[in-house]
């Protein structure tokens, strides 16, 4: 009986030692949520300071607030890159899936910093969408990394762009983008 109980012990200590590791290598950040239980882990290293800025935190960061899961994280991002950034908190709704209750719940987390301000002059040199790499035209404004991948591979299959109104028949540009790169692209060579 008494090997019993030392044994029982034993394993005891090992899963207490486990769970021991276990918490000191991650930080346990609550949801938001009210549910108990409902923990997330972030990972080791990754301090999260709140209010986020929504003009510069990452997927990762969003989906600690209140309300913010991967899918909706991934619209607020893809809504910054496609306009350039937020003004105010309050541009949120614009975001789909986020209304009014959910912008409450959001606002004591978040802050938006001075949205980046768009090269109005067109001393800046256009880009040409037919010689771009995908870092360059991920500077254009509405256009991120997979707006940037289709462009090139576009240019790839068709052998370039005629003129810039072909941007449009490429996935994820639509007319308002279109518009917002006029000033900024040209076509050269192909």
């Known amino acids: 009986m008494r ?86 908190i309050e541009d949120l709704v614009k975001v789909p899936g986020i209304g009014a209750k959910t912008l409450e719940k959001l606002k004591p987390y978040i802050t938006v910093s001075k949205a980046p301000e768009r090269d109005t002059t067109l001393e800046r040199l256009k880009v040409n969408i037919n010689e771009a790499s995908i870092e360059e035209l991920e500077t254009l404004p509405g256009i991120g990394p997979v707006k940037a991948r289709a462009i090139v591979e576009y240019r790839r299959k068709r052998g370039g762009f005629k003129k810039v109104e072909e941007l449009l028949e490429v996935p994820g540009i639509g007319p308002k983008t279109l518009e917002k790169l006029r000033p900024y692209v040209e076509v050269g060579k192909h």
């Open 3 to 88: 090997a019993y109980r030392e044994k029982h012990l034993v394993l005891v200590l090992i899963v207490l030692i486990f769970l021991g590791i276990l918490f000191t290598n991650r930080a346990i950040v609550r949801d938001g949520k009210e549910e108990p239980g409902d923990f997330r882990m972030v990972p080791e290293g990754k301090a999260t300071v709140f209010p986020l800025d929504i003009n510069e935190a990452d997927i990762d960061e969003l989906v600690l607030l209140p309300g913010i899961g991967k899918v909706k994280a991934k619209a607020i991002v893809r809504y910054r890159e496609e306009n350039g950034g937020f003004s105010r």
